[in-house]
Structures are given as C-alpha cells and as structure tokens.
C-alpha cells in the first residue's frame, strides 16, 4: 500500500464530516431511501453541528476531569507514602468501570437533575479507569539505571516526578487516555435519555420515530469522530515516545 | 578526604555492610573489590545516602554526611553508574548539565562547563550536543555518564561498575580517560568493581569486601604480594599475580643500560606490555624510547622475570 494512501483517507473524512455537519441537506438525496412515509430524512430538531460541538464538549470536559484524577490518585499511590492505598484505589477506579453508564445515570438524575451534568459524571467514572491503569503501569515500570541517576543527581521526589518520572510516563498515560476519549464519544451517545445535548438525540430520534435515516448519521458521525480522534491521538503518542527516546517498534 | 568509620548496614536479618572502616585519601582513586553480594556497592551508595546506614558515620572532609539533606550532599558527589542511566528525553547536553541545572548555575557558566567537558571527551559539542542518548554508541553514552558526573565539579566522584557494560577495547580506553582526568581534576573517585585487573590498573588503593566484610585494604603491590585471606588469594588469582604485578610498573622503571635491536617500546608502556612483547617474538631484550622518541636504553627478558618476583 502507498505511504501517502491511510493520510488521504484521514483528509477525506475529516473533509466528508464537516460538510455533513454543516450542510446535512447536500446529502438528503442518500439519506431518503432509508426513510418511510415521507418522513424528514436529516435531523430536524436541531442543528447537527451544534449537537456535534455540545458531544464533544461533553466528552473533553468529562476527560479532562477524568484525567487529572487519575493521574493524580496514580501518583499519590506511587509514591512511598501512598503506597498503601494503592488495592483500595484500584477497586475504587475498578467500581467506576464496572457500573453501567446506564445505571449511573439513573442514578445520578435524582441527585443532580436532568441534563448535561449526570452524563458528566458517568463518563467520568467511566472514563477513569484505562487512565489509573495505564499512568500506573508508565509510573511503575520507569528504567531502573535512569532513576537511580536521577537520585544520585541529587534531585528531590518532587523533581523526579516533574522532570523524569512524568516525562517518560506520558506516551503510556497518553494511550490510556485515547482509551478513555474513544469510550467516552460512545457512551455519551447514552446521555441524551436524560436530557443531555448529545448526538445520542438524533439517534433516539430515530429509534422513536422508526427512522433509520436518524439513527443512521446519528450513528455515523460518531463513529466517524471516534475513527478522527483516535487516530490524532495515536500520533501524538507516537511523536511523544519518540521525544522521550523510545522505540515504538513501527 | 572520606573517613568511613564503622558503618553497618542490616536488611532486617540480614547484615549487608558488617563494620567497616576506612579513610580514602583525597586526589586518589580507591577502587572497592569484590563478589555480587559482597555489600561493595551498598557501602558506595551509603556515601551518598543513597542507603542510609544502620549504624556508623561517614565523614567527608572532617564533617558528617548527615549535615545536609540527602538531595544537597548527592548534588555535590558526582555518581555514575552501570549502564549510564542517562535520561532518554534529554539531549546529550541536558544530561550533562543536569546537576549545575539543579544547583542554579547561570545559562553561560553551564554551556562553558558542558562544552569542556564534551571536548574532554572528545564529543563536538555542536554536533552531539543536541543529539539524543539513543543516538550515541555504548562508548560515548558510558562518556556522557561520566561528564554528567563531573558537571558540577565534584571533589569526589562515586562510580558502580561504570564500564561493566562495555566491550574490551572501549573499556580500556573509558579507564584511561578516567585516570586522565582523574589527574586533571584531582578529584577523589571511589569506584566498584568486580574485576580485579580492573581494580590493579586503576587504584592506588583497593579496598577488597567479602560477605560485608572488609577483608583487605592496602595498595595494588601489597595486596598481590600478601593477600590477607585466601579469599582475597582466589580473587587476585593465583596463576595471573606475577603479570598483574608487572602490570602495574611502567617500563621506563624498569630499563637497563645498554641497546637492542627492534622497534622500541615507548616508556609510559606497561612492563607486563614489554614481556609480553619479547616472550612472543622471541627476543631477550627491546630499546626503550622516551616521550620525545630518544632512546632510554633496554629492557630485558631476565630484568622484567625479576620484577615479576614476589616482592620482599
């Protein structure tokens, strides 16, 4: 395969979901087959784009909450006064993964009411868990020789984190966070039953109004974001272990 | 200088550093010897605090290792260690500059010492400055370890095996540059080995450890001549002592008056270099030249025999 072929793929894609979400009427003519008794075949309720934006926004701010606390719990239990509570944190992070989002959100709309924030909070709990593990692992399995350089060097535990510890840890901490992203587009496709403006509109939409025009783009562009970020991701992994000098083996 | 008084180290049951007591002159290379196991490399790291000891007190220059935090005394002790431990997302230049960074040197102060030092080492700094460890070959990645832990001109320069993962040739290279420097600097270098001939070429003292034990502590000559134990006998190796003796003389000690025929040998050559020379081509004796090339005279097959003698 040529080199230059997945790159245009990329491009296409990227090229294809913007005009779909910014003129979804160009695409009608595809669109209309799949529809029945003369039903709207694009979304009509909203604007794609802005539903696109507000899933995004979910799933970002979900994530980046998601990340700073598992990092941070990572490295209080790595260090050696946390170390005890490492079992408990992991079947804490562990809980968050094994909860259904479901159920997470049942529960949280009495406590917080509808809309965006119980779907924050279940792509939070579940968002947690493939970070904790993965800046564990990066944390845990630092080259030996080159910590006990940094000691001898005679930096402090504090400048240990910052300047080698995290450094080397990053491409690892960065897959689980791709993880989590990948998990999270999907899942909050879940949060528009409770009122959450997500792309899950268009596809609940569709599923109550038996068009599967709706579900369809619903479903698609999603997926096709989940494709897009996954992949920028990967290569922003990729560029870092090679800033941090390790062989990606590719 | 380092006084090592009484120092004790326990792992639970387990006594590790069993009561050892020293004093490493300052400006000299002391190389500590032993088994894995023996408790040498947890005695270096507790000059470091690296391992704090059970019991005992290290002193260097007169005052207690104790007296700064364990972070301050690391930052004025140069460690280098097996296998380099350079940080993989520095450049070459950064590692280097890793501990004058720490100790707050200015921008201009820190570029002068890393570029002296690469050159010492025999690095451009315009092209390895910038590069990545990984881009360096074994050699020089061993280089930058050591110029890392000369950075912030250390008086005492603690090394773990520091040229245990290189091959023959480099080795020997890596241990003369270390002499060399040793003398330009005079810096204090404790080093750990488990390699005996190692330990003959490089110390003017050598500190032998078995089972957490000090066993012997003496220079080169005395402990080939009269090893205190026959474990230190085992180690020295019975069958190599007259060659690691002659090791240890330069030739230029060792010449006779008179000529010979040949290709001379340079007087800075090692005697153990000279017989090996003459016995292989079958000559009874070779001219000597000086640094400038003029002749100093010969040595000979007998002299060279004699000296390998146990000595008096």
């Known amino acids: ?250 | 200088m380092i006084e090592i008084e009484g120092i004790t180290k326990r792992y639970d049951a387990t006594t590790v550093v069993d009561d050892v007591s020293m004093v490493i002159e300052p400006r000299t290379v002391c190389v500590i010897v032993g088994t894995s196991g023996s408790g040498k490399t947890t005695l270096l790291r507790m000059i470091n605090r690296l391992v704090e000891p059970t019991a005992g007190v290290i002193k260097l220059d007169g005052n207690d290792n104790r007296s700064l935090p364990g972070y301050e005394l690391r930052r004025s002790i140069g460690y280098a260690i097996q296998g380099h431990g350079l940080f993989p997302h520095r450049t070459v230049a950064q590692n280097i500059a890793t501990v004058p960074v720490l100790l707050g040197w200015d921008k201009d102060r820190i570029k002068a010492r890393v570029d002296e030092l690469m050159t010492l080492y025999q690095l451009d700094p315009q092209a390895y400055g910038p590069r990545y460890p990984h881009e360096l070959s074994g050699g020089q990645q061993q280089r930058v370890g050591v110029a890392r832990a000369l950075a912030a001109e250390p008086n005492v320069l603690l090394m773990d095996e520091p040229f245990g993962a290189l091959d023959p040739i480099i080795r020997t290279k890596a241990q003369e540059d270390l002499l060399a420097i040793q003398k330009r600097f005079g810096t204090t270098i404790i080093l750990v080995t488990h390699d005996m001939e190692e330990a003959v070429h490089m110390g003017d003292k050598i500190a032998v450890m078995d089972a957490g034990k000090l066993v012997q502590y003496a220079k080169p000559e005395e402990i080939l001549a009269r090893p205190a134990s026959a474990f230190v006998e085992t180690l020295v190796g019975a069958s190599e002592k007259p060659f690691r003796l002659l090791s240890l003389g330069r030739v230029r000690d060792a010449v006779e008056k008179g000529t010979a025929e040949g290709e001379a040998i340079p007087g800075d050559a090692s005697q153990r270099d000279a017989l090996a020379e003459l016995l292989w081509s079958g000559r009874p004796a070779l001219p000597v030249k000086g640094d400038d090339g003029k002749p100093l005279g010969r040595v000979t097959v007998d002299g060279l025999v004699k000296r390998a003698a146990r000595p008096a």
């Open chain 1, 1 to 250: 395969m040529k080199a230059w072929l997945p790159s245009l793929l990329r491009l296409a894609l990227v090229v294809l979901l913007i005009a779909f979400v910014t003129n979804p009427g160009w695409f009608e003519p595809l669109l209309k087959p799949l529809t029945e008794n003369n039903a709207p075949a694009i979304y009509n309720q909203g604007s794609l784009l802005t539903l696109t934006l507000l899933h995004l926004r979910t799933v970002l701010i979900a994530t980046v909450a998601a990340t700073i606390v598992a990092v941070a719990l990572a490295i209080l239990v790595t260090r050696p006064a946390g170390a005890e509570f490492l079992p408990l944190s992991r079947s804490l992070v562990n809980i968050g993964q094994t909860f259904p989002p479901v159920a997470v959100l049942a529960l949280a709309v009495p406590a917080v009411g509808f809309g965006e924030k119980p779907t924050l909070i279940a792509l939070f709990l579940y968002g947690l868990l493939p970070i904790f593990e993965n800046a564990l692992t990066g944390l845990t399995t630092l080259p030996g020789n080159v910590m006990e350089a940094a000691r001898g060097a005679g930096m402090t535990g504090w400048q240990r984190l910052i300047k080698v510890e995290l450094p080397l840890s990053a491409p690892i901490i960065l897959g689980g966070i791709r993880l989590s992203v990948v998990i999270s587009l999907a899942t909050a496709t879940i949060g528009s039953t409770v009122a959450a403006k997500t792309l899950g509109e268009v596809i609940i939409a569709g599923l109550l109004s038996n068009n599967l025009a709706f579900v369809l783009q619903g479903g698609l562009i999603v997926a096709a974001l989940a494709v897009l970020i996954y992949d920028g991701l990967s290569a922003i992994e990729r560029y870092t272990a090679r800033r941090m000098g390790q062989e990606t083996g590719e």
